[in-house]
């Protein structure tokens, strides 16, 4: 059993920086794949980004391809996703997931979210 709870969200400008974190409980952290997804109003979940288990691996939606990046420190059991040049249109509510497949079709645990809101 994996719990997951996100923070960092927050009110920025277009062209502003804001850094995701979701910390994890339990022993195991470092055996999963963690993942960010985001759901906008009125639109479905959305892949954001994943980093494979011993973070040698990563890859991103299009649309945040180079200006986001997920990273991981086992230490900590955080998994962060640091985002640049932030758009109105990366408004949405943030989640991270845990997954012990990567890359994962259908991830098991998910934290409650956290609202990103870009302002333009």
């Known amino acids: 059993q994996v719990q997951l709870v996100e923070s960092g969200g927050g009110l920025v400008q277009a062209g502003g920086s804001l850094r995701l974190s979701c910390a994890a409980s339990g022993r195991t952290f470092s055996s999963y794949a963690m993942g960010w997804f985001r759901q906008a109003p009125g639109k479905e979940r959305e892949f954001v980004a994943a980093?494979?288990?011993?973070?040698?691996?990563?890859y991103y939606a299009d649309s945040v391809k180079g200006r986001f990046t997920i990273s991981r420190d086992d230490a900590k059991n955080t998994v962060y996703l640091q985002m640049n040049s932030l758009k109105p249109e990366d408004t949405a509510v943030y989640y991270c997931?845990?997954?012990?497949?990567?890359?994962?079709?259908?991830?098991?645990?998910w934290g409650q979210g956290t609202q990103v809101t870009v302002s333009s």
């Open positions: 980093i494979s288990w011993n973070g040698g691996s990563t």
């Open positions: 997931a845990a997954d012990r497949a990567y890359p994962a079709s259908y991830y098991d645990y």
